[in-house]
């Protein structure tokens, strides 16, 4: 049976959208036959070895910190880690579901170790080798470590042109998508989405536009309302509903949208705070809007259309377009320009049929659902455990 071991130093009750990703992909796994835990971070509460979450092994390890920036936590972290997997010589796959950076110094020891080492990018400007590369003073050590991981897995076109540009070697690299949990996306029927506007306490009668994403600046909610504004002077009993972290006091951020929302006079705006059940916000939604300024890839746009909901997205480079493929499901603002991308939305909104986005969400299981995303992990998993161990090739002169 092939081992894996997913490092992810974010995990439930403490994570984002990448862990929820790593989280469905090993379930995935699991079912398939593969033997997948995981190693994270636990901050100053005590090691907690055999943890379970959602059916699979956790080992949490303790780094004496709760500041999540700390470099001295992310140090504590990245030896915990070399000793665990010193220990732990079943395990031959590490697959780690992105960086902060000293983790990357461990590859050389880990493929000396003989592990085959799986580095998924997720977010540019963040994790990517060429943001690593341009980094002022630990960029030569960063680009070592970088020469041992056997498999770079970007998310996004993106994220694989920003590795090349970076001088990954083009074998290193693979492409494969984020995907979606099929048993829990899907277009609901009318009694499904009435008893979840029920549970949700959303008013069965409104149209609701839906928005998941943490509440800061990169997702762009200032845009958002902004938009929505022209949107609710066309429709005044629409509804707009965010789903995601950050609608505390404590965040500027979310102090200015208040302000914003009660200087333009809208109405019928629901930060509703982080929630385990985003999927029921899904299928309970009309619309889904997404205005993010940088993304490793944007998930969230896949579960939306595979739910139904007809989505204006605005263009990310490299991302949004490999996306939002189907007109008759999705449509990509190339401006940022509120009125524009409202009046995109509306255009959009007033044309849908519920015939042409059936027929639009078959091609969409093709490319993104979750069974198909994690077969091509175990045909990297498989090719990988057959390579000898070869020299450190995974970065070309540049």
């Given amino acids: 049976m092939v081992k894996v071991l997913m490092i992810s130093r974010l995990?439930?009750?403490?994570?984002?959208?990448?862990?929820?990703?790593?989280?469905?992909?090993?379930?995935?796994?699991?079912?398939?036959?593969?033997?997948?835990?995981?190693?994270?971070?636990?901050?100053?509460?005590?090691?907690?070895?055999?943890?379970?979450?959602?059916?699979?092994?956790?080992?949490?390890?303790?780094?004496?910190s709760d500041t999540p920036a700390s470099k001295f936590r992310e140090l504590v972290f990245c030896l915990k880690l070399f000793f665990f997997v010193m220990r732990r010589r079943d395990l031959k796959i590490l697959h780690f579901h992105s960086v902060s950076g000293l983790?990357?110094?461990?590859?050389?020891?880990?493929?000396?170790?003989?592990?085959?080492?799986?580095?998924?990018?997720?977010?540019?400007?963040?994790?990517?080798?060429?943001?690593?590369?341009?980094?002022?003073?630990?960029?030569?050590?960063?680009?070592?470590?970088?020469?041992?991981?056997?498999?770079?897995?970007?998310?996004?076109?993106?994220?694989?042109?920003?590795?090349?540009?970076?001088?990954?070697?083009?074998?290193?690299?693979?492409?494969?998508?984020?995907?979606?949990?099929?048993?829990?996306?899907?277009?609901?029927?009318?009694?499904?989405?009435?008893?979840?506007?029920?549970?949700?306490?959303?008013?069965?009668?409104?149209?609701?536009?839906?928005?998941?994403?943490?509440?800061?600046?990169?997702?762009?909610?200032?845009?958002?309302?902004?938009?929505?504004?022209?949107?609710?002077?066309?429709?005044?009993?629409?509804?707009?509903?965010?789903?995601?972290?950050?609608?505390?006091?404590?965040?500027p951020f979310y102090v200015e949208l208040c302000r914003k929302i009660e200087e333009c006079g809208l109405s019928n705006v629901s930060f509703v705070g982080n929630r385990d059940n985003a999927h029921e916000y899904i299928k309970a939604a009309d619309y889904f809007f997404f205005c993010s300024r940088q993304e490793g890839f944007g998930t969230v746009m896949i579960e939306a259309m595979a739910c139904g909901l007809p989505t204006v997205v605005t263009n990310i480079a490299g991302i949004t377009e490999e996306i939002v493929t189907d007109p008759?499901?999705?449509?990509?603002?190339?401006?940022?320009?509120?009125?524009?991308?409202?009046?995109?939305?509306?255009?959009f909104m007033s044309k849908v049929t519920a015939s042409e986005i059936q027929a639009s969400i078959k091609e969409l299981k093709q490319k993104f659902s979750m069974a198909c995303i994690s077969q091509q992990y175990i045909d990297l998993y498989a090719e990988l455990l057959k390579m000898t161990q070869a020299p450190m090739t995974g970065v070309s002169s540049v």
């Fill in 11 to 64: 995990f439930p009750p403490n994570f984002g959208g990448a862990a929820v990703q790593s989280i469905r992909l090993a379930q995935a796994l699991i079912k398939k036959g593969l033997h997948v835990e995981f190693f994270s971070d636990n901050g100053s509460e005590p090691t907690v070895e055999g943890d379970r979450y959602d059916g699979i092994t956790v080992t949490r390890a303790t780094t004496y």
């Fill in 328 to 347: 008759r499901i999705g449509r990509i603002s190339y401006s940022r320009q509120p009125e524009k991308f409202a009046h995109l939305a509306l255009e």
């Fill in 103 to 251: 983790e990357i110094l461990l590859f050389p020891l880990f493929r000396l170790m003989g592990r085959k080492v799986v580095l998924k990018l997720t977010l540019v400007d963040s994790d990517d080798p060429l943001t690593f590369k341009n980094r002022r003073y630990l960029s030569p050590l960063y680009m070592w470590g970088l020469r041992s991981v056997h498999s770079m897995v970007a998310i996004s076109e993106e994220l694989r042109t920003r590795s090349l540009a970076a001088g990954i070697d083009s074998q290193v690299v693979r492409k494969i998508y984020n995907g979606f949990d099929e048993e829990n996306f899907f277009i609901p029927d009318l009694q499904l989405k009435s008893d979840l506007r029920q549970k949700l306490g959303i008013d069965e009668s409104a149209q609701v536009i839906l928005s998941i994403g943490k509440v800061e600046h990169r997702k762009g909610y200032d845009l958002l309302l902004e938009s929505y504004r022209f949107i609710q002077q066309r429709f005044p009993g629409i509804s707009l509903v965010i789903v995601g972290t950050g609608n505390t006091d404590h965040n």
